[in-house]
């Protein structure tokens, strides 16, 4: 992907709990998601979740210019839902071997701080944990770069297989950091 191309996508400064291991071209191929991460079925439910808001949105929309009740209704059902899925979800986000990395992501690509070196073109399974939002993802990734610096290394890894709603994450996630932004800059006003 060219740089200017890269450079299109909002970029931000996220922590996440991360563990990635090593795998080859063969292990992405035979499946969606890496599998050898110790994770129960609710790992990803939050993400299934956002998929299905996505459609139920678009069903609302309909339902409500014709049927108001119903829309809210159907609305109250989903929150609902929503509410017993992240309480399923956080419960089971457990940090275990994963440790708290400042990441930069992007909607294609992420950069993190890495102990172990990895050479450029060779593959990682990734498990990333975005405890504030109650989601866990299960990506594959390409290593782009990997320099060192006076701490381990610097990573940069373009993801692969990206299912849709992590765009959604990712929004959400620019949306909360855009948020804070603008609170640090209120309260800067206030100081002066």
């Known amino acids: 992907m060219a740089t200017h191309?890269?450079?299109?996508?909002?970029?931000?400064?996220?922590?996440?709990?991360?563990?990635y291991h090593a795998v080859d071209m063969g292990t992405i191929l035979a499946s969606e998601q890496p599998e050898r991460f110790n994770v129960s079925p609710y790992f990803t439910l939050e993400l299934r979740l956002a998929e299905l808001e996505t459609e139920m949105s678009r069903i609302l929309t309909q339902v409500n210019d014709t049927q108001p009740?119903?829309?809210?209704?159907?609305?109250?059902?989903?929150?609902?839902?929503?509410?017993?899925?992240?309480?399923?979800?956080?419960?089971?986000?457990?940090v275990e071997d994963a440790h708290i990395v400042d990441?930069?992501?992007?909607?294609?690509?992420?950069?993190?701080?890495?102990?172990?070196?990895?050479?450029?073109?060779?593959?990682l399974a990734l498990k990333l944990?975005?405890?504030?939002?109650?989601?866990?993802?299960?990506?594959?990734g390409e290593v782009i770069r990997c320099?060192?610096?006076?701490?381990?290394?610097?990573?940069?890894?373009?993801?692969?297989?990206?299912?849709?709603s992590c765009r959604s994450?990712?929004?959400?996630?620019?949306?909360?950091?855009?948020?804070?932004e603008a609170l640090d800059r209120d309260d800067e006003d206030l100081r002066h």
């Open 147 to 164: 320099e060192a610096n006076e701490t381990g290394f610097e990573l940069s890894i373009k993801l692969m297989k990206m299912p849709e």
């Open 69 to 94: 009740h119903a829309a809210n209704t159907l609305d109250l059902l989903n929150h609902k839902v929503e509410l017993i899925g992240r309480t399923l979800a956080v419960g089971d986000l457990v």
């Open 103 to 123: 990441a930069n992501i992007s909607e294609s690509d992420m950069s993190f701080p890495s102990n172990e070196s990895f050479s450029d073109k060779s593959f």
């Open 169 to 180: 994450i990712h929004s959400r996630a620019q949306m909360r950091q855009s948020r804070l």
């Open 5 to 19: 191309e890269r450079r299109s996508y909002y970029r931000i400064n996220y922590p996440v709990a991360l563990e």
């Open 129 to 140: 944990i975005f405890a504030s939002d109650a989601l866990g993802l299960l990506l594959y």
